[in-house]
Structures are given as C-alpha cells and as structure tokens.
C-alpha cells in the first residue's frame, strides 16, 4: 500500500512569489492535515481537512490556504512569500474512523527554501 | 490551548541500554489522547505509541513503553535495548477529543544510540 505522497520534495523560491503543494494521501484516507517544521518552532499545525472540508485551522495568516479534492487529496499554497516561510512541510492523512485511534501517517516532506 | 513540553533537546544512549525520553503537558481536558512520534533523519514520522488517558494502565509495544502519571501530567517514553535504528527525533503529541485530530507537538527530543 502506498504511503502518503508530498509533491515536491523540494523547492526554492523568491520573496513574494507564491507557492503550491501537493499532498495525496494513503488510499482510502479521506482526513489531509498539514504541519509546518521549522527549527525555531517545531511541528505547528497549519489546517485539517476531511470530506473537501476545512475542520480545524492553526494559527497562521491568510497567506496560508489550502483546499481537499473530491479523491482526498490535498494542496496548500502560501501566497507572498516572506524569509520564514522557509521550512518542511508534513502532510499526514488519517482514516478517521468514528472511534478515533489519533494515529496519522506522515508523508516524508516538502522542503521550501525561501531566497 | 495545551502545551507540550519536552524538557531534554537531545540524548545519546549506548546500544542494548535503556533510556527514558521526558514529556510534560498542560490541558484542562480530563480524557485525551498522547503520541510519541519518531522522525528517523529520512525525515519520514511514525507513530511509536499511543495512550488513552483514560487508561491506567500504561501502554507497551515491544521495546518502548510509556510512563502515564496523569495527575502529574507526564507521559515520558522508555526505550529498552536500544538499537541503532533508533537513532531519530522524538516527539511527544497531544490531541484532545472531539471533531478535530490536531496534534500539538513538543519541540522534540534528538536521540542517539551509539554503537
């Protein structure tokens, strides 16, 4: 069975441009959530998404959006990007049964370079 | 909002020893659930165990277990006969009951296993 699939691995950017990431999800995982790794602060979550539907969104500005598919994947962009935005990425999907495990399962990270 | 708190940045521990991961918390919730997540330097997370809060009983999967002192608010994770392959950041998670399966993570504690 496929792991959780993050497009792409990595990438470099300007400050200003935008960005999209891609995040497909293990099969038959229908919650997307995204976290966002940085030395300085750890793993934060960014937003959780099941059923094309954002559930839960952490604390960060409008510049952070993202969107779920109808086949569960996921995208999330950042727009006008600024120097801290510079981090890993994690994508983790989740089958999300009605008694709840908690367990996710992380892809292995898009790592965004802001230049 | 909880907080998780991991006391000890990195450790380093012989192989075939034991060594004791510490993690704090804070949360008004009286049922929960806590993670610990490895990230072996492929980057990739996976789950290493799991605690119900309502649990007394402390959760064992082969050679990791956890210490679950709920009035203490403490959940540290013990790995016995260390391996090389243990080597990874270690995270400890929270998530509370409900809609959402938001994990907050602490900053993560970097483990070595020395041969």
């Known amino acids: 069975k496929a792991g959780v699939t993050q497009t792409p691995r990595y990438l470099i950017k300007t400050r200003g441009q935008q960005v999209t990431l891609s995040c497909s999800p293990i099969?038959?995982?229908?919650?997307v959530s995204w976290y966002q790794q940085t030395p300085g602060q750890g793993l934060q979550f960014l937003f959780e998404?099941?059923?094309?539907?954002?559930?839960n969104k952490g604390n960060f500005p409008g510049r952070f959006s993202g969107r779920q598919f109808s086949n569960s994947r996921s995208e999330m962009n950042v727009s006008t990007l600024e120097l801290g935005d510079s981090a890993l990425y994690l994508c983790?999907?989740?089958?999300?049964?009605?008694?709840?495990?908690?367990?996710?399962?992380f892809g292995e990270g898009s790592r965004l370079t802001v230049l | 909002a909880q907080t998780v708190t991991q006391s000890q940045p990195e450790m380093s521990v012989q192989e075939a020893e034991t060594v004791t991961l510490s993690c704090t918390y804070d949360?008004?919730?009286?049922?929960?659930?806590l993670f610990w997540y490895k990230q072996p330097p492929s980057r990739q997370m996976i789950l290493v165990i799991r605690q119900e809060a309502y649990k007394q009983q402390n959760a064992t999967e082969n050679r990791f277990s956890v210490n679950f002192q709920k009035a203490a608010k403490s959940f540290s994770l013990k790995i016995s006969d260390s391996q090389l392959g243990d080597t990874a950041m270690y995270f400890c998670a929270f998530m509370k009951p409900g809609g959402s399966e938001k994990l907050v993570f602490g900053k993560g504690t970097k483990l070595t296993v020395n041969p």
């Open positions: 949360t008004s919730e009286n049922n929960y659930y």
């Open positions: 099969s038959g995982h229908r919650s």
């Open positions: 983790a999907s989740s089958l999300r049964r009605a008694v709840r495990t908690g367990e996710l399962f």
């Open positions: 998404y099941f059923s094309e539907t954002q559930r």
